[in-house]
């Protein structure tokens, strides 16, 4: 009796678990190049801006690449643009091991960008457009997870490589071999994106039925597969799937939604302390090697606490895991900016900041994405999180550029940085508290219908 509910767990989980390394792809793409930089800085003779810049090219690569992909998967189908991402990224890692100058480098990491901005949006869509409402949001956090345990791995790949030989071997190789690595995780990526199926909400909307239909049905068996094909219909009865319906009518509040929300989940610091932590911890008075391992705490406990969100999202709901990680995350910042206000570093400073991690990733930082896969109408969805993924990496960007200027800034410095970053999450809270609803439980097609009827 068990047998079939088992296969059909199995079939779903492998299908997100390989949607998932995107996520990884995502998280690996992002932190290498802190590991990259110093060596490449020796080779290339680069200048501090130059430096800042390398940083910074595959975050304004992510920018176009949000912004094409949800039409492109609209158009031609969420598998077929995961293959586009998967290759992306092994053509990045390819030509970022090998460039003979600043501007091949530049050129390389700008095509990572494209690979991460597209998968951003396409990986928490198709896993949301896959998945049955009572799995969905453990699934959907799984993208999260990848990208957190790309970004803790890459810490060790980095420190394995550089130990592979002296300083002048990682200033002319160790840095190559760094970059160059992501080919392996991208073209297990390609090569097991062969065995998962397409999106069904896609192939039903493309008038495929019968193998939107044979997927759903070995997703959670024949009567859920009967129930999910009528409502896919019923709901494209009364669509256009025209941008434009975001705009005016029932859906424009699902779209303020996602452009707030995904706002907030950058202007509250999370990649000042991704990006800098190390920085961050050497500026209140720890050793370099204190301030590295206090580093590698930070990203510990940021891959911990997205089991947490994967394991409480579909109990808890939404609204609540929001409400709780938005209030920690306001009372963590708000002494970081203390502490730093009043010269108190080490435990109690490293304690605050994992207090605000750990908040993020059990709420803002995997529920983020998956309330944008979900909350968005099935004809416009690619369109719409692409709206969604360019504020991301549009507020990422501005969040990358101006934490150093305001943290060495003495007219702001530190404490007051932390004080505004703690501001926004107190907003945040408020903004979950008065506009996002729970979608806990509910199919996308319910979800849909919820605005439509409000």
């Not at 869509?125 to 699934?139: D, F, H, N, Q, T």
Request: proline share 4%.
């Amino acid at each position: 009796m068990n047998a079939p509910h088992i296969s059909n767990i199995r079939f779903v989980l492998f299908a997100t678990a390989v949607t998932a390394i995107g996520g990884f792809l995502f998280g690996y793409d992002t932190a290498v190049i802190n590991g990259a930089n110093s060596y490449l800085k020796a080779h290339m003779n680069l200048s501090p801006a130059q430096v800042g810049l390398a940083a910074a090219s595959a975050i304004l690569g992510c920018i176009p690449g949000a912004m094409c992909a949800g039409f492109l998967s609209d158009r031609f189908g969420r598998k077929k643009m995961l293959f586009v991402c998967a290759l992306l990224f092994a053509i990045s890692g390819v030509l970022s091991a090998i460039p003979n100058t600043f501007n091949q480098f530049l050129v390389a990491r700008i095509i990572s960008g494209l690979g991460i901005g597209a998968s951003s949006m396409i990986c928490p869509i198709y896993i949301a457009e896959i998945a049955p409402e009572k799995w969905r949001g453990r699934l959907g956090t799984l993208f999260q997870l990848g990208i957190v345990t790309g970004i803790f791995l890459t810490l060790f790949i980095n420190s394995l490589i550089q130990g592979m030989g002296d300083e002048a071997w990682n200033t002319a190789y160790g840095w190559r071999w760094m970059l160059g690595m992501e080919v392996v995780p991208a073209l297990a990526f390609v090569a097991l994106l062969f065995t998962v199926p397409e999106s069904p909400r896609w192939l039903a909307q493309k008038g495929r039925d019968e193998e939107a239909r044979e997927i759903l049905t070995k997703v959670d068996g024949a009567e859920h597969a009967a129930a999910e094909m009528s409502a896919i219909r019923e709901s494209m009865s009364h669509e256009e799937g025209r941008m434009s319906e975001l705009l005016v009518g029932p859906f424009r509040k699902p779209l303020i939604i996602a452009v707030i929300l995904m706002m907030c989940s950058q202007f509250c610091g999370i990649n000042a302390i991704m990006y800098y932590s190390t920085k961050i911890f050497a500026t209140a008075g720890g050793s370099t090697n204190a301030a590295f391992t206090s580093s590698v705490w930070v990203g510990l406990i940021n891959l911990f606490f997205t089991f947490v969100a994967i394991g409480f999202v579909d109990k808890a709901g939404r609204r609540p895991l929001l409400l709780i990680g938005t209030a920690v995350q306001t009372v963590a910042l708000g002494l970081v900016g203390w502490m730093f206000h009043t010269g108190v570093s080490g435990l109690p400073l490293l304690l605050c900041v994992i207090g605000f991690t750990a908040a993020y990733a059990m709420a803002m930082g995997p529920l983020a994405w998956l309330i944008c896969s979900e909350i968005f109408p099935n004809k416009v969805r690619g369109r719409a999180m692409s709206v969604a993924g360019v504020t991301i990496w549009v507020s990422c960007f501005i969040v990358a550029q101006t934490f150093p200027m305001m943290n060495d800034n003495p007219a702001i410095g530190p404490a007051l940085t932390f004080w505004i970053y703690g501001a926004v999450s107190l907003l945040s809270f408020l903004f979950v508290l008065a506009m996002i609803p729970e979608t806990k439980g509910r199919t996308l097609e319910q979800i849909e219908k919820m605005w439509i009827d409000q």
